[in-house]
């Protein structure tokens, strides 16, 4: 079952497969309860990636990214990511989905000595200490938590629960959600540790209703949250709902349905609608030739990790080799993405320290 799972998908991001010679790995939750989120992002990295390949690819070689399917599953994740490591003999890994997920591939990213460039998740564990293989591009979740929780005391809010999966990934962002309430002299009024695959409704919804929270900072997956604000609603609560922005995109919208309206989500990158950057010019660019309605944040999330990707690519040269890549993006300081800036060195490998706060709109866009 294992192995059907594993080899239940493959996107080439390619003109024409067989022609690609720089192969990059992927595993993500492509099924499962991050399903929309990751195919957004690894949308908007194929944006870029094919237009990089249509222009002849990087050092006149074309990249392929080879997608195996994790149904959003840490042990599924080690196992897709030994097979693209050690079997695929890719050259580098590629946005992995998770916090647990991306920690499931630490030992092997050390055994075979492949960088991981962008993995699509926040956790300080990915930025300290240093993991000389993990290249980070976007804010960390103690960032978008701390944030979320000064916004919400700024306004008058003290009355602020926290629902957070039960992993690594709740764990760490409630130590940025304790940063904002210690600095506005609180503390939350209530804090559920919910599973992360199969969050109990029937006893965290009565908590919150009976803690009369006037708002609550929600840390889990789209499907975790979306069900959960569903239940709150039905039960009479009109708290107001704070996320992260592992749940920035247009299919955690629809999966609101209803009740998207008003919904605060954080965000590790410029509106999708901004002129003002040149990252989201180009991305908004390459999607009109490709005939794409729009772009969501997190394909500006999957788009910025593939001009990394690409750029550490050509400055390893025209035989790049694993530890060639790693050590080529050591020597990005710094790297326009296109109004935010990289600046990697030995001693930091975190990216990107933008974080923003939206809200869905009546119209179910997000609005800064």
Known sequence: MLKNIVLGLALVAAVG???????????????????????????????????????????????????????????????????????????????????????????????????????????????????????????????????????????????????????????????GAQKG??????????????????PDFD?????????????????ASGTAVSNGVSALRKAGSTAQIVTLSNNASSGFIKSLGEYSHGVIVSQVYPSERSSAYAMVNEARSLAKERKLAEISPAMLEGFAAAKVLVEGLRRAGSKPTRAGVAKALETMRPYDLGGLSIDYSPTDHSGLDFADLSIIGERGKFRR
């Open 181 to 198: 309430f210690d600095k506005a002299k609180l503390q939350p009024s209530i804090v559920i540790a919910a599973d992360r695959a199969k």
């Open 17 to 175: 497969a067989t022609q690609a010679q720089l192969l990059i790995g992927q595993t993500a939750g492509f099924s499962g309860p991050v399903a929309a989120g990751v195919k957004e992002t690894t949308d908007g990295a194929l944006l870029y990636i094919d237009a990089v390949n249509a222009k002849g690819g990087v050092n006149g070689q074309k990249i392929e990214l080879v997608s195996l399917d994790d149904n959003f599953d840490p042990k599924i994740t080690a196992e897709n990511g030994r097979i693209l490591m050690e079997e695929r003999k890719v050259l580098a890994m590629f946005l992995t989905r998770g916090t647990p997920h991306n920690q499931a591939l630490f030992p092997l990213l050390e055994k075979n000595g492949v960088p991981l460039i962008g993995p699509s998740t926040g956790a300080m564990v990915l930025h300290e200490p240093v993991n000389p293989w993990v290249f980070n591009v976007r804010a960390t979740y103690q960032r978008e938590a701390e944030k979320s929780v000064a916004f919400l005391t700024s306004i008058g809010f003290n009355r602020i629960g926290i629902v957070h999966a039960d992993d690594s990934f709740g764990k760490d962002a409630i130590a």
């Open 203 to 219: 006893a965290i919804i009565p908590e919150l209703v009976k803690a009369n929270v006037q708002a609550v900072v929600w840390i």
